[in-house]
């Protein structure tokens, strides 16, 4: 049985605390927020124990993993802290939104050898993966083009946008992995971003945007678009489509059932998509958490690595950039 | 060019009237109609001559076809006299509602050979004619079910329902002629059938039925099954199935264009499907008249035969035994 | 937390005792099967003991629950027990292939006061369950039509079919339930059924159907018509549509995931359809699980009730009569 | 009746030569085409007389129209002096590759009011036409995103390519007309294109781009984002879709019947997609012609004007300005 320890108990710590004990091989151990009534509702809601800092709960043998759901800013502490304490870490997207606390991380736990997983929980979509293997297995034969519209149903409010970090960093950066992921050893070399306020007051007043678009390039030069939005009101609409010499592969929308109405005002209509993102990718977060148990269970580096973590958050930045110039941005790794 | 007479200038007459001038090598000579202002309206949108009496039409030296769309009790004598005057002959759908008078009309045409088409325009359905070329073909191995979802969009008029026979007669033969068709060669020999009058008034003083189901059974075992609606709020509901051994075709509705929408209320909602036949079929309706005419100037016989109206006409009348007796019943076709 | 004697750890068996241990409320804590392997391997498997007698589990004190899953001729002997002990019972389906033995179980039960549900897991697919709503909730008006599609990937081995008990007792009888479901209130009162032997050799030795129509009728006058196949080489075929005044609902087939491909050979391909009924159903067996614990824990009737078993039989008896005497026959419940 | 004049007798001038004698308002006159024998071909089989130069046709009291299907360097110089001989005037696309023959032209016209329309035919496809009409109606609320992906089956030969003006001037402009038609008012300020030559030896020697992505913006601020590819092996993709405050509609590909098929190796199969523009677009070549005739009889300007063919071109040349210098292009009209 590996014992976790969970740091952050939000919307995002709760739901994990709950797939880590519906798992048959991990157990929640205890539970560390800041704000000590959610770390106390979590524990008890999930059989564990409350603890009053994060290092009593990191450097305690009772713990064989972490899994850092807390705010984005401590989770370069947290990981560094974990690595040294020879912990096997999962922590949530992003590492960081400073690429120089990103950068010292890495220096400060290079050369410790522990299972650590970032949570790019889309790679682990069912629809998603099959489209990375229909250009792994060259299905559509030379992959040439990706195609990415990913929508949120809603605005979040002026208080997650100033705590955010920004569109591109907070939530495009799903895409910039996901095209990462399709394109398996071909890097991203390329961006040009296009970011706007079209139509939200919060976003406005957070100085962010509700609307973007992009065209980045590999090396290979596959031609990746991605489109986002913050609102989609008929629901959270996810798509990938990959389109090379001998075809495509689209990873369409999900409704929660098979069922088609015929009336005198609706045609052919479906259930509405999902409207947000636990339920859409609920299974996705599970699998990803089976995949990190599986990782220390049998001591293999997880898929999604620190480096993926950092990459996504290089492109993210080089964006900004582009945005800012009005010019495509040649992305620098180093 | 081939010069037609229009017997009948109805709603379906005028269809033909304009498919007739459309097509490069068939003219509208003359048109025909008991109700003299119809045929003078028909004769003059489609530049062509009005004429006072069928006879007149049909024994003239400048026609060299019919086209028989009048009313249905009229069918077999136009064809008797239209075959011994050695035109061709294109007939709507059905022969006659009464066995007796189409044996006399066959036996009165026998020997005579000119081309002779029955207006089943459904086997001209380009949908459906895959599905018959699926089972030919052997795309779904050997066949073993048949399914026909045939549902018109509103119940029709108390005259309509008076003088047109009976739904089994007049709606469902063409169901049992699609089935007749996919099958080819096998025959169709037992039916069961069940009608009812659910919903509408006009269908009960008729004293006919509203909503019917059939089991039919070919005489290698395929298994058919017909269900029929007078209303579907939805639209004109046409759909075929076929199920073999080697897998499954289905001619699904079809919708003006391709169009899908998404808003708060909707999700992947299609544009109407069509409501009225002679849109639905309106590609139909002129391929099986191009056949007619193709038929003329090879001098081949029409792929819709006299043979092929009876056949319907006899399991249409087995239909109704097999209702009132509440059993199933093997058809004769002799 | 409910403790639960499995009672049967054969295929479906298996399925259930890790079900049970997954919900939280509940706990497999005996197995019994004749075969003394299989009993042991599925309660090493699931954390439990094994006894070597039905008759051991059922009274036991230790356990509140009994899911019986063994052999069709000992279900009515184990209801009878498991009520006389006031056990909570779940059953699969069906109660028993002979109507004697049903009810002569009915009467030996009648008046004991303890939950007892059939195995219809149908009942509660999502997408099914949505095609009953749409009926319930008048979302299309007054119900007409039910019509079922319902066809297994493959024949079944001679054993099985020696002992299932007859292609209408042993699949259709889902089918006659979930048109029962459908139609609530409103009773099955006529059938006519159809079956043949077109294709499989083992069915032909055990004299069976592999393929098979139907027609029903409710009291109110809906119609239903289910087909069956014992091939679908496509995959497991399960398609419900309901039809009424308001327009149509249909419960499509389902795919694992929502990829689309489109290649030089194909065009808007889907990923196969899931060709077991226990993969396809696997959510539908949680769900009808998590029922039964609920009404456990609330002190609840089920939903899906031992007359829920009777009657389906009771129709599908009829269904044989109708079959040999190539007659519709009216249905008689008492 | 309308008699018209064709200039160029190529594989698009005998598409229009069809359309113009099936349409009942309108004849075909004369054919001329450099090539002797086109024009005598198109002539003979569309029952009209050659002329031996074009100034010929333009001036012939015998007609009142100009259908323009020449080589492009010709377009020009015919439409002025059309619009001198005060004729009807079609012109196909592009109206010249040249922005300052564009010009010329445009100034030797001013002040001659004779109907004149360009020859974007995807605006009168019906599905393209009613994703326009979803933002007309408003039925998605206020436009934010159009998205088309417009991809050609198979790469022209080389001799097509080094004529072809480039894959922006020549492919893409219909894409970028179709964003000026969905956005009406809001014209489209600022560009930036990204092409390159990813798999096609030809495309290669001609210097030439067989991929590309745009990102657009209009003024209002709507995203326009478009992709292109010379090898689609799944036919002519040709899709468009609008998001907006309320929604979202998409014209999806079509394929030529609604026949579904399922197999072993397929599910959910339809049939290809058309692979050649003409089959995709033949209605809206027809309705396009409608609609010249139509502006013809009732003296009306045509909706696709002079000014959207140059204004299309306007926005190709940035877009090449845009890929050579690797930034945003603002658009200049003037």
């Known amino acids: ?39 106390k509702q979590v524990s008890e809601e999930n059989n564990s124990e409350v603890v009053s800092s994060a290092e ?3 450097n305690s043998e009772k713990v064989d993993a972490l899994l850092i759901a807390s705010a984005t800013p401590t989770h370069t502490k947290f990981i560094t802290m974990g690595a040294k304490a020879k912990k096997a870490i ?38 998603h993966a099959k489209v990375q293997q229909a250009r792994t297995n060259k299905e559509i034969g030379e992959l040439e083009m990706i195609i ?35 394109l398996g050893e071909d890097p991203i070399v390329q961006v040009s971003a296009f970011g706007d306020n079209l139509f939200d007051e919060n976003v406005k007043k957070a100085e962010d945007f509700d609307t973007a678009m992009f065209i980045l390039k590999s090396k290979k030069g596959v031609f990746i678009h991605i489109n986002n939005s913050r609102r989609a009101v008929y629901g959270y609409d996810q798509r990938v489509e990959v389109f090379g010499s001998k075809g495509m592969v689209i990873s369409n929308n999900q409704t929660p059932s098979s069922v088609e109405s015929f009336t005198e005002s609706s045609t052919s209509s479906k259930e509405p998509i999902l ?52 010019k495509t941005i040649d992305i620098n790794y180093e």
């Not at 400073?98 to 400060?108: G, Q």
């Not at 293999?300 to 620190?306: L, N």
């Open 56 to 58: 009593e709960a990191i």
């Open 275 to 326: 409207n947000f993102f636990i339920e859409r990718y609920v299974q996705a977060y599970k699998d990803q958490f089976n995949h990190f148990i599986e990782c220390i269970v049998n001591n293999k580096k997880p898929s999604v690595t620190f480096e993926d973590g950092r990459n996504a958050l290089i492109i993210a930045n080089a964006a900004y950039e582009s945005h800012k110039l009005k």
């Open 148 to 182: 990415i519209s990913s929508r949120d149903p809603a605005p979040p409010g002026l208080d997650y946008l100033n705590a955010a970090g920004g569109f591109f960093r907070d939530t495009t950066i799903h895409d910039f992995d996901l095209s990462r992921f399709i």
């Open 90 to 127: 999962f922590c949530e997207k992003p590492i960081d939104l400073d690429i120089d606390k990103v950068n010292e991380c890495m220096s400060n736990i290079k050369g410790i050898d522990t299972p650590l997983q970032i949570g790019f929980n889309r790679r682990f979509d069912n629809s």
């Open 1 to 39: 049985m590996i014992n976790i320890a969970l740091l952050g108990a939000g919307r995002i710590g709760k739901m994990h605390a709950e797939i880590i004990n519906a798992h048959p091989k991990a157990r929640l151990q205890f539970v560390y927020d800041v704000n000590s009534n959610s770390s």
